[in-house]
């Protein structure tokens, strides 16, 4: 397996596949658990026929964590490549400050933690793509406190 990251517009909208929202909300990352699965993932999720890239992070967020009230920001492109399949996704970052009630959905339950759990679905992907929000947290947001956010 394979992953790379883009910078922001070098893949078009339309071979986006994936929206991916690392999620903070009250100083805790926000993690979410699959009514059919123990293991636990990063809020996201696929890309609707002819919808752009963004409104599908922000449906998701909504559809898998309840997020109300939220700041949502892109961070960058990246792409999957498995033996000789690659897709490609937009990682994007929020800041939540109201969550309500989870819309009826695949999602079974949220979690709140200071660091990424052990037991995920995508081991092999989405530990990267925290890390490279970590890394965005302390490059361009400046940040000090995001080695914190990981312990």
Not at 84 to 104: K, N, Q, S
Not at 112 to 137: E, G
Request: glycine share 6%.
């Amino acid at each position: 397996m394979k992953i790379q990251f883009y910078s922001l517009g070098e893949i078009s909208n339309e071979r986006l596949d994936f929206a991916v929202i690392c999620t903070y909300y009250k100083d805790k990352w926000v993690f979410v658990r699959h009514k059919d699965r123990s293991t636990w993932e990063i809020p996201g999720g696929h890309r609707e026929e002819n919808e752009d890239i963004n409104i599908t992070a922000s449906r998701e967020l909504f559809e898998e964590t309840g997020a109300r009230k939220y700041k949502i920001e892109p961070v960058c492109d990246y792409s999957v490549t498995m033996e000789d399949r690659t897709t490609f996704g937009r990682l994007f970052y929020a800041e939540v400050t109201e969550i309500g009630h989870i819309p009826d959905s695949e999602i079974g339950e949220l979690r709140f933690s200071d660091t990424m759990p052990d037991n995920l679905t995508y081991a092999d992907i989405q530990p990267h793509l925290y890390a490279k929000v970590l890394q965005y947290l302390e490059e361009e947001k400046g940040d000090c406190n995001v080695q914190e956010k990981l312990v």
